[in-house]
């Protein structure tokens, strides 16, 4: 369970702690193995902790971590994934045994039986106490009631989901309806999104290898609520567009295939590696795109002084809209963090306000559902510069807020998603 340590001691995300342990494994079983294991122990973590803390009659020092991971996988396997007792605690039993560690075989047994007497008085601590009933920190279980109130629960149990597979169709090479007849000759079960039209969600996740033309671009995954981006900014190949904060491309792609695949569009991202997966996506879909690795914060340093007509701003967020996808962000997010990314949320946009063209959009997006990232961020900026106007996203999906429009997880299937539009006044 290196995987699940790295995140919760490292402060590593599942992202990067994933596929490094899962190229050491057959593609296959053993994979989705390591997949669901690592997934399911993320999401129940704070669950499983307070099993883990009433089970054991002293906590486990730091340095035996391994030991209470055992622990808490024995304990998914028995009561999440149901796995027959025997199998469960002798695997659990066995790992222990390759720990270095003589002393946890005995103790992972003892614990894990007692688990088994003691399911009535675990159940009974789920119920009563909110952060292991809801499986989130305390933190964030305030931040979401506060917010959403009524809709908070839904939020939760979305967050604890799993999430569907969705696909975009690209437009410039294929069409849904002929796609979705391709799928089915190979036996994949798929249906239309219900807001954004490139998408069709799978009955079933696969690995992207069976899907037909995926290695020549016909088809990229993504989520429904991320592929509302490029309806919004409705780039067509008369604009000159950016994409402020691109890795690793689907918007970019986005954004070209639904301009019949040629775009002026220029591709920033901060990180040299990740820009690196922006070229992989495009090269993949058959597209280019003018990449630059750079802060979009400081365009002093790399903007040539002619304007955009269309600016997508997707920001780094807190990522709560996406917790179901990536259940690391429970437990590395920190309530403290919140005030600092609605910073540099306000500093992106200012400095990429100046870039815009008088009478041009811009989208601003972000994957989180905390106002303050979202349109609070919006309204501040509105506030401070009169030649911002919003256009006002009308859509049957997510709710109007003070300011733009916020998705929820779940909701229609999709992940958590703000976006908001504003216009720059011509003078
Ligand atoms: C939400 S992700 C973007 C997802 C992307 N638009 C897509 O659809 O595939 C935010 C990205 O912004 C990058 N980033 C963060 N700060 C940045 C900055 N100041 N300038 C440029 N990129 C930045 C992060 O490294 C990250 O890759």
Same mark, same amino acid.
């Given at each position: 369970m290196e995987v699940v340590d790295s995140v919760r001691r490292? /402060? @590593? *995300?599942l992202s990067q702690a994933l596929p490094r342990a899962e190229r050491q494994l057959a593609a296959g079983p053993p994979r989705a193995l390591l997949r669901e294991r690592a997934y399911g122990l993320l999401r129940y973590a704070p669950r499983l902790d307070a099993w883990l803390d009433a089970l054991v009659t002293q906590p486990l020092r730091a340095r035996d971590a391994p030991v209470a991971r055992l622990i808490q996988l024995g304990l998914y396997e028995l009561f999440f994934l149901r796995t027959p007792d025997y199998a469960a605690v002798n695997e659990a039993v066995a790992l222990a045994g390759r720990l270095g560690r003589p002393w946890a075989a005995r103790l992972v047994n003892g614990v894990l039986r007692n688990a088994q007497r003691r399911e009535a008085e675990l159940t009974a601590l789920t119920a009563r106490v909110d952060s292991a009933r809801l499986a989130h920190p305390d933190w964030l279980i305030e931040r979401i009631r506060g917010d959403w109130g009524d809709a908070a629960e839904a939020v939760f149990a979305a967050n604890n989901a799993r999430a569907p597979m969705t696909l975009r169709i690209n437009r410039a090479k294929t069409d849904i309806e002929t796609y979705a007849a391709m799928l089915r000759t190979e036996g994949i079960g798929a249906k239309a999104g219900r807001h954004a039209p490139d998408s069709l969600v799978l009955a079933q996740p696969v690995d992207v290898? #069976?899907?037909? /033309?995926f290695r020549a671009g016909w088809v990229s995954v993504q989520d429904e609520a991320a592929q509302l981006a490029a309806g919004l900014v409705a780039a067509s190949p008369a604009h000159r567009v950016l994409d402020a904060c691109a890795a690793p491309g689907g918007k970019t792609a986005h954004l070209i295939e639904r301009a019949g695949g040629t775009l002026d569009i220029t591709a920033v991202e901060i990180e040299p590696d990740r820009l690196a997966r922006v070229d992989d996506t495009l090269r993949r879909l058959d597209l280019s795109a003018h990449l630059l690795a750079a802060d979009a914060g400081m365009p002093r340093d790399w903007w040539d002084g002619r304007a955009y007509d269309r600016i997508l701003l997707d920001a780094p967020c807190s990522a709560t809209g996406v917790i179901r996808r990536h259940p690391d962000i429970k437990l590395l997010r @920190? #309530? *403290?963090d919140i005030a600092g990314l609605a910073e540099r949320q306000q500093a992106l946009l200012e400095a990429l306000w100046p870039l815009l063209a008088q009478g041009g959009r811009l989208v601003y997006a972000t994957c989180s559902i905390v106002p303050d990232e979202n349109q609070r961020v919006i309204e501040h900026f509105m506030r401070n510069h009169a030649d911002a106007t919003e256009w006002p996203i009308v859509a049957d999906w997510g709710r109007a807020m003070t300011h733009g429009r916020q998705i929820l997880p779940g909701e229609d299937g999709m992940d958590g998603f703000y976006y908001a539009c504003l216009l720059k006044a011509p003078t």
């Open positions: 490292q /402060g @590593r *995300s290898e #069976a899907l037909p /033309g @920190r #309530a *403290s």
